[in-house]
């Protein structure tokens, strides 16, 4: 199965900043299937992306995809109080679909 | 809207199965790809398998021995059996809806289960 390894593990700013996440890949992921979720404390996780760029419906455009292969990055342009969640990536391309471990976005 | 409510016990003795139901509204079932998820607590989340509207089943062959996932379309809802639980099944388990390869765009809000004595 494919391993996805997320990094950092915690990733600490302030409102108005920007985030980088990676989302890192032990095979290839097939026809770019890769999706991104958050996931606030008691909640179930919200997709975000799809496609590894394709935001999901209502989703703000700050929340932005991008990459193929075995690297993937999810970028916030400004951070929004609401945007503190823990952030995980999943591929869809190879059964059995994999997320990463996460990746928090906590208030500096 | 698509909604999503999961149902069943919170409460498990070890050696014993998990059941579950998702009921699905807002939306049929005769469509799309059916899928449980867990997470145990503080941790990371774990696909379990689906159920196509056609009836077809995709395990995680981590769990393919104990899983069991079936659909009752005239109720419009799935349903997820976990037999032979220990403590390591303790988890809150989710259902979702799969499109498109399997991503989940749906998501119930999730129901924990303790495996205890």
């Known amino acids: 199965e494919i391993v996805l390894t997320q990094s950092p593990g915690t990733l600490s700013l302030s409102p108005g900043e920007r985030a980088t996440l990676s989302c890192r890949a032990s095979q290839s992921v097939s026809s770019t299937y890769l999706a991104w979720y958050q996931q606030k404390l008691g909640q179930a996780p919200r997709l975000l992306i799809y496609g590894a760029s394709s935001r999901a419906t209502g989703i703000p455009d700050r929340f932005s995809g991008s990459g193929s292969g075995t690297d993937f990055t999810l970028t916030i342009s400004r951070l929004e109080p609401e945007d503190f969640a823990v952030y995980y990536c999943q591929q869809y391309g190879s059964s059995p679909t994999t997320f990463g471990q996460g990746t928090k976005v906590e208030i500096k | 809207q698509v909604q999503l409510r999961e149902s069943g016990p919170g409460l498990v003795k070890p050696s014993e199965t998990l059941s579950l139901t998702c009921i699905v509204s807002?939306?049929?079932?005769?469509?799309?790809?059916w899928s449980w998820i867990r997470q145990p607590p503080g941790k990371g989340l774990e696909w379990i398998g689906y159920?196509?509207?056609?009836?077809?089943?995709n395990y995680n062959p981590s769990l393919k021995s104990r899983v069991t996932i079936s659909l009752d379309t005239s109720k419009n809802q799935f349903a997820l059996k976990l037999s032979s639980v220990t403590a390591a099944d303790t988890a809150v388990y989710y259902c979702?809806?799969?499109?498109?390869?399997?991503?989940?765009?749906?998501w119930g809000q999730g129901t924990l289960v303790t495996v205890s004595s």
């Open positions: 807002g939306g049929s079932i005769r469509s799309y790809y």
């Open positions: 979702a809806r799969g499109l498109g390869g399997l991503f989940f765009d749906y």
């Open positions: 159920i196509s509207y056609s009836g077809s089943t």
